[in-house]
């Protein structure tokens, strides 16, 4: 497992941009999938993306074209850059980590991951 420590969270009007970012502890970043997860008031935690450690991508749909999530191995940290934020894209947003995992498809739950942050409140308003 690795330490997780999520930034970047904030109020923005909707139509802004935010980036967060998530920086992991060790020195085997390269091995591990990222993952990105939010979750609103009163709603279950939910999949928003994942960059596999082979550098492919997975996002929900309601984020797609929108959000754009990557890593930087060399400052172990992943990054999701959010455009076009939505009053329904608040949350607390948390990153997730499992070494080795490949997020294809749908198969993209929570219980893929073994390591979480703290997570990071994200407001749009309207």
């Known amino acids: 497992q690795v330490q997780l420590v999520e930034s970047g969270g904030g109020l923005v009007q909707a139509g802004g941009s935010l980036r967060l970012s998530c920086a992991a502890s060790?020195?085997?970043?390269?091995?591990?999938?990222m993952g990105w997860f939010r979750q609103a008031p009163g709603k279950e935690r939910e999949f928003v993306a994942a960059?596999?450690?082979?550098?492919?991508?997975n996002y929900v749909d309601s984020v797609k074209g929108r959000f754009t999530i990557s890593r930087d191995n060399a400052k172990n940290t992943v990054y999701l850059q959010m455009n076009s934020l939505k009053p329904e894209d608040t949350a607390v947003y948390y990153c997730?980590?499992?070494?080795?995992?490949?997020?294809?498809?749908?198969?993209?739950?929570?219980?893929?991951?073994?390591?979480w942050g703290q997570g990071t409140q994200v407001t749009v308003s309207s």
């Open positions: 060790g020195r085997t970043f390269s091995t591990y999938t």
């Open positions: 997730a980590a499992r070494k080795w995992l490949v997020v294809r498809g749908t198969d993209r739950g929570e219980a893929n991951f073994d390591s």
């Open positions: 960059i596999n450690w082979n550098g492919g991508t």
